[in-house]
């Protein structure tokens, strides 16, 4: 089933209005707050990335910062995958639920017909490609094939795994006429000329522990640990290509160069070349994507990171530090919290957030974690924490007060004679 949305964000493709940081809100109105920090994956192409937070996604379209969510017509607020169609100025956005939004300058289309099947296992889409002007999907029952011209759901490719058993795909890649799809099986190889629906069809490479797959010099990669192979269809083996001093999360290639990304490390690898340059990266980062003289960073501490040369710019919208937020109050402003909830021997380090003038403010402070309150005292801020005290935030001092070792107090109350903090020992 397919549903048609007119709405504003077709026009974000195009580069014209869209929801802009800091445009005010309508009356009876609502407008969804998320954190973009949690930056996870990243597509796109010249003049236009795309960027999915772990509950939100942003566009940088021809330098332009913008917002996309459920206000602009998408079928949710946590992408588990994204794929960009520069060809048809098509961004394609996949849900846990089996649910897929096209977004073009023609509207958004949501093909939801999966989510009506009962396959038993579950739904999510883990990873897209366009090929011929065909989406294929890699899903947690297997493969599906979406025509990009009028989004008719075409083939289901579920039962491909041995003895046709139905099995998830964690990635998916079209080289050619042939289609990769890996899982924790290993890799199923198709010809997309061949009968895919019989799981004869698929040449099964069985490896374990496999984590993604890309492209490289008409070849396909795949990664697991610090190694990264080619895969050879010759002799249904995988070959290593090179190993590098880190844990790789993902592999993306530019012409005859291959970045290879760890979550605190990117490495440029050539095989026409003996060069290698590794650059250490401050971050924890998920995904790279090269474009153009741009290298584009999704990083799950720093939001999306832009690497040009020896610069870099860290790109987040403004929003709350953290979605998984425990506790607001409004004291004056606005205030989100993130502590865990009392007895509880996590750290929470990040800080805490205020709303303010249409904006967010975020503020960590060293040493002080697991903030739980917010109160005002003759005109300062105190704040409470579990297992770190009170804190006179305007004074930047931790009150001495008469608290058991490692207390929590995890809620305060400010009035014009004192002040009162609840104490969980």
């Known amino acids: 089933m397919k549903r048609c949305l007119r709405i504003s964000l077709f026009l974000l493709i195009t580069g014209l209005s869209l929801s802009v940081q800091g445009q005010d809100i309508p009356i009876d109105t609502w407008r969804y707050h998320l954190s973009y920090q949690r930056a996870r994956l990243v597509t796109g192409g010249e003049g236009a990335i795309f960027c999915a937070a772990e509950n939100g996604l942003f566009a940088v379209i021809d330098s332009e910062l913008r917002l996309i969510s ?35 300058p023609n509207g958004v289309v949501v093909v939801d017909d ?11 889409v883990n990873e897209m490609t366009v090929s011929n002007q065909t989406l294929y999907a890699g899903t947690d029952f297997g493969v599906i094939a979406i025509t990009l011209e009028d989004k008719s759901l ?36 198709g010809d997309l000329g061949d009968n895919l629906l019989d799981f004869n069809n698929w040449l099964l490479i069985e490896e374990s522990g496999l984590e993604g797959m890309a492209r490289f010099n008409q070849q396909v990669l795949t990664y697991r640990g610090r190694n990264l192979y080619t895969v050879d269809l010759a002799d249904n083996s995988l070959s290593r290509l090179v190993s590098v001093p880190f844990d790789i999360v993902d592999v993306a290639d530019q012409g005859s160069q291959i970045y290879i990304l760890g979550a605190r490390s990117l490495r440029l690898w050539s095989n026409t070349s003996n060069e290698i340059v590794t650059i250490e990266l ?84 060293p040493g002080f974690y697991n903030i739980s309150d917010v109160g005002t005292l003759n005109g300062e801020i105190l704040l409470s924490s579990n297992g770190f005290g009170v804190m006179n935030r305007t004074a930047s001092t931790v009150l001495a007060l008469e608290l058991p070792d490692d207390a929590d107090v995890p809620a305060l109350l400010t009035r014009d004679d004192g002040t009162w903090v609840l104490v969980y020992d």
């Open 70 to 104: 459920k206000n602009e017509g998408l079928s949710n607020v946590a992408p588990g995958a994204i794929t960009y169609d520069a060809s048809s100025e098509t961004l394609i956005v996949g849900y846990a639920n089996s649910v897929i939004d096209f977004v073009s």
């Open 114 to 124: 999966l989510s009506e099947l009962d396959f038993g296992v579950p739904t999510g």
């Open 154 to 189: 075409t083939q289901i490719f579920s039962e491909i795994g041995p003895e046709g058993a139905t099995v998830a795909v964690h990635d998916l890649i079209v080289q050619g006429d042939s289609i990769y799809a890996m899982g924790d099986f290993g890799i199923l190889v």
């Open 282 to 365: 401050q971050h924890e980062a998920r995904e790279v994507l090269p474009s153009g003289d741009d290298l584009w960073i999704a990083d799950v501490r720093s939001g999306l990171i832009r690497k040009t040369g020896n610069t870099e710019e860290r790109i987040i919208p403004n929003g709350p530090a953290a979605d998984d937020i425990t506790h607001i109050k409004f004291e004056n402003d606005l205030y989100a919290f993130y502590a865990h909830a009392p007895g509880e021997s996590l750290i929470d380090s990040s800080g805490y957030s205020s709303f303010r003038d249409q904006r967010w403010v975020n503020d960590t402070i």
